[in-house]
């Protein structure tokens, strides 16, 4: 079985503080893709990266960057000097290389991020 | 681009009636998927397909059933509405099963 486990469920930061979304996942396989969506206060869903299990580089995109860590199956994401348009809700999701579980991404419970302008 | 649309985008129906959403892509994507999002719960999956004229349950099937006729469309169908499926249901697409993942805008389903 997998999980995703999301343990803030809320989080309020100050216009250009950084904020780091924690993401911890559970799964039997040995290949596995995770991902991170986010979804605006208008409701879409909004995919931001995916990564696969076999890639451990940190990534970082503008504002954002991914800490993979396999030892202790975190997925976190952080946003540097954040404003007032990441206010959303984020979702982290992993999905099984293959068997029944391939198809389905499961999801975290989602953090809501609130910047405070 | 219009890449996933679900029409409708509200449904307010009473209990016992019968509805269908329509998922389309123009992805020419060859998975589907039908999700539901409850508070405090995530996005739950319905059913999926993985080309035309299949589908197959996921973590949530009960109470739905779903028709993949052409391979841009996905049905999702409540036969017999109840309460507990006042929900907001997206649905997806993707080109390969671990690529991401596209959303539609949602549905925002109240069964009264």
């Known amino acids: 079985a997998q999980k995703v486990t999301q343990a803030q469920t809320e989080i309020s930061v100050v216009e250009k503080e950084d904020v780091t979304l924690d993401c911890v996942y559970e799964?039997?396989?040995?290949?596995?893709?995770l991902f991170w969506y986010k979804q605006p206060p208008s409701g879409e869903l909004v995919f931001l990266i995916r990564?696969?299990?076999?890639?451990?580089q940190n990534e970082i995109s503008g504002r954002y960057s991914w800490n993979f860590q396999k030892s202790t199956s975190s997925f976190n994401f952080t946003i540097t000097a954040s404003q007032v348009v990441d206010s959303a809700v984020y979702f982290c999701?992993?999905?099984?290389?293959?068997?029944?579980?391939?198809?389905?991404?499961?999801f975290g419970k989602g953090t809501k991020l609130s910047v405070i302008p | 681009n219009a890449g996933v649309t679900q029409t409708p985008k509200f449904r307010v129906l009473k209990t016992g009636q019968s509805m269908t959403l329509l998922c389309a892509q123009d992805?020419?994507?060859?998975?589907m998927y039908w999700y539901r999002q409850d508070p405090g719960m995530g996005l739950r999956l319905i059913h999926y397909?993985?080309?035309?004229?299949?589908?197959a349950k996921g973590e949530v099937p009960d109470g739905y059933n779903v028709s993949r006729l052409k391979k841009q469309n996905f049905l999702l169908g409540l036969e017999s509405a109840a309460p507990s499926q006042t929900s907001v249901y997206f649905c997806?697409?993707?080109?390969?099963?671990?690529?991401?993942?596209?959303f539609g805008d949602g549905t925002r389903l109240s069964i009264l």
């Open positions: 997806a697409s993707s080109y390969y099963s671990n690529q991401p993942q596209h």
């Open positions: 799964t039997r396989d040995t290949t596995y893709y």
């Open positions: 990564r696969n299990s076999f890639d451990e």
């Open positions: 999701a992993l999905r099984a290389q293959s068997g029944a579980g391939s198809y389905q991404l499961t």
């Open positions: 992805m020419n994507h060859e998975y």
């Open positions: 397909s993985v080309g035309e004229g299949t589908t």
